[in-house]
């Protein structure tokens, strides 16, 4: 008998709604796989090559390219995302469940190479909230910040335009949404 393919999981939104810690949760809950992205943005204080990214430079990222090794990427920032395709394909084969958290744009190439996976789109429980968690960061000049802002608007129009994220998930609450989260990852 076939072995049953396993599930991939797409979670996108705008920065400063949450997403990293809503993932991270979920994923230590549920036990499922995370997709490590690689990207030539540096690495910030704290983070280790090879836990939420590989940190690589933009020649080795364009020989990923050309060898056809991302699933999706894209430029956010000016700086270059993509998800390594190997590691999702030899989940999936092996029925397990994989989550990519990503931007919008890299969600809408996934969805036209792998429909049938779950498209879940994170959202804030108002735009001023949004802008308040995002000057609370602290991580960003003035400058950054209005663009992630704009970003940030944009992503959500393009999210919701497409049609492709069908499931919504207000992060009013983190505890109630990582709940979610996790029974659609497991469900
Ligand atoms: P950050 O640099 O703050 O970690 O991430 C910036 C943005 O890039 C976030 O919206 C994040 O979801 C997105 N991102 C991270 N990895 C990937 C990836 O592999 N592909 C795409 N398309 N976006 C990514």
């Known amino acids: 008998m076939e072995k049953r393919q396993g599930k991939l999981v797409v979670i996108s939104g705008p920065a400063g709604v949450g997403k990293s810690t809503i993932t991270r949760q979920a994923v230590a ?23 939420a990214y590989r940190f690589i430079d933009r020649p080795a990222f364009d020989a990923l390219v050309a060898a056809d090794g991302f699933l999706e990427y894209a430029d956010v920032f000016g700086q270059c995302y993509g998800t390594p395709a190997a590691p999702v394909r030899q989940a999936l084969e092996a029925g397990r469940t994989m989550i990519l958290e990503i931007d919008v744009q890299g969600g809408l190439q996934v969805a036209a190479k792998m429909p049938d996976a779950t498209f879940i789109l994170i959202v804030p429980p108002s735009e001023a909230e949004l802008e308040r968690r995002l000057v609370g960061r602290g991580t960003e000049t003035a400058d950054q910040l209005a663009r992630r802002l704009g970003k940030a608007t944009r992503e959500l129009a ?30």
């Open 29 to 51: 809950r549920t036990g499922v796989a995370l997709s490590v992205s690689a990207t030539t943005r540096p690495p910030r204080p704290g983070e280790v090559d090879g836990q």
């Open 158 to 187: 393009i999210a919701r335009d497409s049609g492709v994220y069908k499931i919504e998930v207000v992060n009013d609450d983190l505890e109630r949404a990582v709940e979610e989260v996790c029974r659609l990852v497991i469900g």
